[in-house]
């Protein structure tokens, strides 16, 4: 498969407006954490991947030790290249290719880092308004929902609805067809194991009983010895894709959790992993002053560290971007969010949200910073104001200016705004929201997240507290 645009580009990155003597952090202090953030890079290159090949024994801190999602997308690539069809991906392509012929839409059924990723994908790499495009507009890709994440009573019965499920008959035409992809590495996670039985239930209601029918239609990602692999097994479903070893499930967005999704909507699969190779790459061997991977780190725990700026606020400035920082804010939040340690992520899209928190950020504690994402390429044409010869709302002024137009004078004068209340904030620019540049993206905030963790003296995989709210629950439910 071949690059559509033989043209990626570096994401780009300015903590200027976080370089403030009386509010912020200043070069010096940078350079002074550089040789710990490259020590903590070089031994996420070498020993940590050789502790997770069983070349070095794992001490007991280290466990768990997920840090599989380094390498992870090249090694698909790699299997791939030496066998199209035998390979995870090829074999992934194949499925996905003969459902885009079979089906009209697709349910998605997991929560955490087992579908956050994957609807992350899909906002930024689909057109806007993915699902209300007509079969023709969306090249016969199916439409995607997401369920499982949840125990939303009215959430769940509406989409079943919206899928049939109540005419309590088969489906005929394509039209009429769903598909239903499950993932959980172990099954056991109650959100996502209620919403398969109730999905599985509907689905075989759908395809009228016929098991052969059932199977071609339910993709599962889980791991290898769980409830979720003995229950497809007994189904039936032979063609399962792995949840991967050593890849915690909010850095598994690169493997099938994420790309089985991804190629259901005909995203270029090979381009985002593609990407997240190069951005690998830059982390590997850039030198510290010119890695955006450490660079990134630097400027916020700094900030942090000496001006006890512990919220973070991601201020992405496209709708395309708003999934993926919610994203992030699971990534980092169950990353670091431990040992009475941590940052609050927050994630807010602008320009709508400078009308409903921006007073609060602009004015109230000093305990913010803002990592603003800022897309320099728009996948669409310019869209100009327009003129009116009624000019009851003086716009015409500035009909001739375009929607890329105010965005940027919305982000220049806020940060202007920002700067001169003494508010710190940086900037990273996203050359286009595609395939190529959102593998760079992903895989740049798994690595910082990682980097960070380990300059914290935290382990930055398990999530121990998420733990306790499942076995409360379970308890109060009466399970054993």
């Not at 069809?85 to 349910?107: C, N, Y």
């Not at 598994?252 to 909507?265: D, F």
Request: one cysteine or more.
């Amino acid at each position: 498969m071949k690059l559509r645009r033989n043209n990626l580009l570096p994401l780009r990155f300015d903590p200027s407006g976080a370089m403030n003597i009386s509010h912020g952090i200043d070069a010096a202090q940078i350079s002074a954490l550089m040789p710990n953030l490259g020590g903590i890079r070089d031994s996420m290159m070498t020993t940590e991947l050789e502790m997770l090949a069983g070349e070095k024994p794992i001490p007991p801190e280290m466990e768990p030790l997920d840090a599989g999602f380094v390498q992870m997308p090249a090694k698909l690539l790699a299997e791939y290249e030496a066998n199209r069809h035998g390979s995870e991906l090829g074999r992934l392509f194949q499925r996905a290719t003969h459902l885009h012929k079979i089906v009209d839409r697709v349910v998605v059924l997991g929560i955490g880092g087992s579908y956050m990723g994957a609807k992350a994908i899909l906002e930024s790499c689909c057109q806007p308004y993915w699902n209300e495009l007509s079969r023709g507009d969306r090249g016969s890709k199916p439409r995607m929902y997401f369920e499982g994440n949840n125990v939303d009573n009215d959430a769940s019965q509406s989409l079943l609805h919206l899928l049939d499920a109540h005419k309590n008959k088969p489906a005929i035409t394509e039209l009429e067809r769903w598909a239903l992809v499950v993932i959980s590495k172990s099954g056991g996670t109650l959100e996502t194991a209620a919403a398969f039985r109730q999905f599985l239930a509907a689905l075989e209601v759908s395809t009228g009983g016929d098991r052969q029918k059932l199977v071609e239609l339910l993709v599962p990602v889980t791991g290898l010895g769980g409830k979720l692999h003995k229950m497809v097994s007994e189904l039936g479903v032979t063609d399962v894709y792995p949840v991967p070893d050593g890849v915690g499930g909010r850095c598994s967005v690169l493997s099938a959790v994420g790309l089985v999704p991804a190629a259901m909507l005909g995203v270029n699969v090979i381009e985002l992993l593609q990407g997240a190779v190069a951005m690998t790459e830059h982390f590997h061997t850039a030198k510290p002053e010119e890695n955006i991977v450490l660079q990134f780190v630097a400027a916020n725990h700094l900030l942090e560290k000496h001006r006890g700026v512990n919220i973070r606020v991601m201020s992405v400035w496209s709708k395309a971007l708003e999934s993926f920082g919610m994203w992030y804010d699971q990534l980092s939040a169950e990353s670091l969010g431990k040992n009475l340690m941590g940052f609050t992520p927050l994630t807010t899209l602008n320009t709508r949200d400078l009308h409903s928190r921006h007073q609060q950020h602009q004015q109230g504690k000093r305990d913010k910073v803002f990592n603003n994402i800022i897309v320099d390429e728009y996948r669409f044409d310019a869209l100009p104001i327009g003129k009116r010869d009624a000019d009851a709302d003086s716009l015409n002024e500035i009909a001739e200016k375009t929607l890329p137009e105010v965005m940027q004078a919305a982000i220049e004068g806020t940060n202007q705004a920002l700067r001169e209340d003494g508010r710190p904030s940086t900037n990273l620019f996203v050359p286009r929201v595609d395939e190529l540049h959102m593998g760079q993206l992903f895989q740049m905030m798994m690595l910082a997240t990682a980097v960070e963790g380990r300059l914290m003296g935290i382990n930055p995989y398990g999530q121990p507290g998420v733990e306790s709210y499942k076995k409360n629950m379970n308890r109060l439910l009466g399970r054993k």
